[in-house]
T-cell receptor
């Protein structure tokens, strides 16, 4: 079945860039997402990318997709303490609008002031 | 602003109680909603797909009689944890996709319900 893998922890200093990596196995994945979860809260959609794109930038966030290697990354520029959270990578296939997401285990980002 | 509203946000109750969690889509109709369960420091586990007007589709290993799902309207799905026990304590999250081009709309999540069974 589909699988999404992420490293579990990342620690960076405030002001530095954070790069969170994700790999997936489903070659038919068409949509890949990054969600942010703060403690005790639900998931907040940060950004998503279509598989026919290599890169997408949205303010401090840059998503890079290497479809050949099935590798997705999220770069957060000028990381702030408010960015401390768990970041989930997720993928879905295009066949149906009812397809649920397959999530990675999440990367816990800690920002050190 | 929030597009999916989940209620309640936190429930504490005694063992044996049944608990109902509501998931509402705001300003859009959701024919399909998803229910997830999240254990501490773990990822989201899909429990079931809630389909408006028909039976929910449960994932393998999820007890249908334990976790009752009702999707009676296009804006509301409910998850009832029947005769809850401490092992049912968890964080439950629902999601829905805003209708649009197929696959072009990401899922939006509620804020989750923390269920604690004493």
């Amino acid at each position: 079945g589909e699988d999404v893998e992420q490293s579990l922890f990342l620690s960076v200093r405030e002001g530095d860039s954070s790069v969170i990596n994700c790999t997936y196995t489903d070659s038919s994945s068409t949509y890949l997402y990054w969600y942010k979860q703060e403690p005790g809260a639900g998931l907040q959609l940060l950004t998503y990318i279509f598989s026919n794109m290599d890169m997408k930038q949205d303010q401090r966030l840059t998503v890079l997709l290497n479809k050949k290697d099935k590798h997705l990354s999220l770069r957060i520029a000028d990381t702030q303490t408010g960015d401390s959270a768990i970041y989930f990578c997720a993928e879905s296939s295009p066949n149906s609008g009812n397809t649920p997401l397959v999530f990675g285990k999440g990367t816990r980002l800690s920002v050190i002031a | 602003g929030a597009v999916v509203s989940q209620h309640p946000s936190w429930v504490i109750c005694k063992s044996g109680t049944s608990v109902k969690i509501e998931c509402r889509s705001l300003d859009f109709q959701a024919t399909t909603m998803f229910w997830y369960r999240q254990f501490p420091k773990q990822s989201l586990m899909l429990m079931a797909t809630s389909n408006e007007g028909s039976k929910a589709t449960y994932e393998q290993g999820v007890e249908k009689d334990k976790f009752l799902i009702n999707h009676a309207s296009l804006t509301l799905s409910t998850l009832t944890v029947t005769s809850a026990h401490p092992e049912d304590s968890s964080f439950y999250i629902c999601s829905a996709r805003i209708p649009g081009q197929v696959g072009n709309q990401p899922q939006h999540f509620g804020d989750g319900t923390r269920l604690s069974i004493l």
